[in-house]
């Protein structure tokens, strides 16, 4: 069944959320929308909420009250319905150790109600993906952690959900799997799917969100989604070699985008156009200020979290 509130161009809708349990009141008036293709950064400290409202998007969990919609489809009306568009991955999920990658994955594709006789082209499609297709008839208790995940991922989506809910993936996983997890939620983006991954280390999530929520204390933090990248207008860092207070309403002046400012640095939108890069500088240069470097940020996400936290 449609939502009634379904909203066009956008994959998550949720509107004024609440989840209690006994003793506790997890989601507070919770509000938010998440577009198509989009890898989404669910960030917050630990207790903030994260995993419930992970839930109650992947139709596990009932809202006290409030409404949640994926694809157009109502959690509390159709979550059957929902689970066949979606996939999710727990915090701590379960595999199979005796049965090889490629029962593990039938099994998953047969539990999503695929016909037998599609389900060895799914299986090889999700192992694809994943990148363990010369893993297949491995026992999954041999895998490595690493592996073991890239296998969990691949039964989340070997029935090619339109969304994708990943919590704390790159938990316990070393510097070379959790770049190569970042990949792969890149490339899965890149075919089409919505992604939404919870953490609380802002580190794991740099290098492939788009967009963050920051949720603390069962709230929405700024009530909305933060863009954190955009490869058109990225961020970049202005750093002073003297203190200066007006650094904020000068550039405010002259029509840039300032995300934070100090008496030492300003976060700022700008556009790649390095000619418009070099008149800025020369600008702040001729209005004495000691502009001791100017650069593309690399810590987008850690600097737009604790900006939308501050004003918060």
């Not at 991955?89 to 490629?102: K, N, Q, T």
């Not at 490869?231 to 750093?239: A, G, N, Q, S, V």
Request: aromatic share 6%; with cysteine.
């Amino acid at each position: 069944m449609l939502s009634p509130g379904c909203v066009p161009g956008v994959m998550i809708e949720v509107r004024d959320l609440v989840y209690e349990y006994p003793s506790k009141r997890a989601l507070e008036s919770v509000t938010l929308s998440v577009a198509p293709q989009a890898i989404t950064a669910l960030v917050g400290p630990n207790g903030a909420g994260k995993t419930t409202l992970l839930r109650c998007l992947a139709a596990l969990e009932v809202p006290y009250s409030g409404s949640v919609a994926i694809d157009g489809l109502d959690t509390r009306n159709a979550p059957r319905e929902i689970h066949a568009r979606l996939g999710y991955l727990s915090d701590f999920f379960g595999l199979y150790d005796e049965l090889s990658v490629r029962r593990s994955l039938t099994y998953a594709a047969w539990s999503h109600a695929i016909a037998p006789a599609l389900a060895a082209a799914a299986v090889a499609k999700a192992a694809q993906r994943v990148g363990i297709v010369d893993r297949l008839e491995s026992k999954a208790g041999e895998l490595s952690r690493g592996l073991r995940q890239r296998l969990a991922i691949a039964q989340a989506i070997v029935h090619a959900p339109k969304v994708l809910l990943l919590d704390e993936p790159a938990a316990g996983l070393d510097p070379q799997a959790r770049r190569d997890l970042s990949a792969l939620l890149v490339a899965l983006k890149d075919t089409g799917m919505t992604v939404v991954v919870s953490s609380h280390i802002l580190a794991e999530l740099e290098d492939y969100c788009t967009e963050m929520i920051v949720i603390e204390a069962g709230r929405i933090v700024g009530g909305k989604a933060v863009k954190v990248r955009d490869d058109e207008r990225p961020r970049f860092l202005i750093e002073l070699a003297r203190a200066r207070n007006d650094l904020r309403t000068f550039l405010g002046a002259a029509g840039v985008e300032v995300v934070e400012a100090d008496e030492y640095h300003a976060l700022i939108v700008f556009t790649r156009n390095a000619a418009a890069r070099a008149k800025l500088v020369r600008d702040l240069v001729g209005a004495g200020f000691d502009v001791a470097s100017f650069g593309e940020s690399t810590k987008a996400l850690e600097q737009a979290y604790f900006a939308q936290v501050k004003r918060a």
